[in-house]
């Protein structure tokens, strides 16, 4: 920023240069053309009816109904990043900030905007990504911790080497070719398996990587070595 000093300024004014100025502009004088247009529709009508009570169209609504889609377009269309990136690093760095409420943060960006125009847009925007922020952290925090694969795969490889060993990997890839054939054995988490068979001794490293994760993969590995 050029001026330093005036950082809260530049950063709620940054929020002007949209890139859908004139697009909005445009799309302004077209739904107030097309609104003078059922006025004059609406206007004929009630001429020319026996009752003019009985004209009931209500020209208005369509009007605020599409002056509401191009203003929540152009608002899409703001150049909010910077402004944004910096309001999550003014919270990043500041403890207090971190361990607020959303409200409690809005209320802080609030106090550092000017009560102007700008002012409460910028506001506005900071709001809409802080919401955005907490739920996706709300959502990341819900999730599962990603099971360790490690053993898994461990076994697997040394099962698949057995099968090597005892010259059985053709068998191995006849189980294979059905299993897959079948599109019967999906898991809820990975999905079907693949069709994909154990190319030889160079292949094992691959091959367990892509496939431990089935578990009816693991089990026909397990099937084939208890043969051995």
Known sequence: ?????????????????????????????????????????????????????????????AVEREISAMVWHRRFLDKVGPLTRWAAATIDADPVLRTASVDDQVAYFTRLMPPTTIGRHAVSHIESALEWRARRAHFNAGRRTAPDYGPRIAETERLVRQILAAGLHGILNSHLRRLAASQTAWDRVTGPVPYRMLLGSHDVEAFVADMARWPAVREVIAAVAATA
């Open 1 to 61: 920023m050029r001026n330093h000093d005036e950082k809260i300024k530049d950063m709620g004014r940054s929020v002007l240069p949209s890139k859908g100025r004139k697009g909005a502009r445009d799309d302004r004088r077209l739904i107030h053309k097309r609104q003078r247009t059922r006025e004059r529709v609406v206007m004929t009508e009630y001429r020319g009816a026996a009752d003019p009570d009985s004209v009931t169209a209500d020209p208005r609504g």
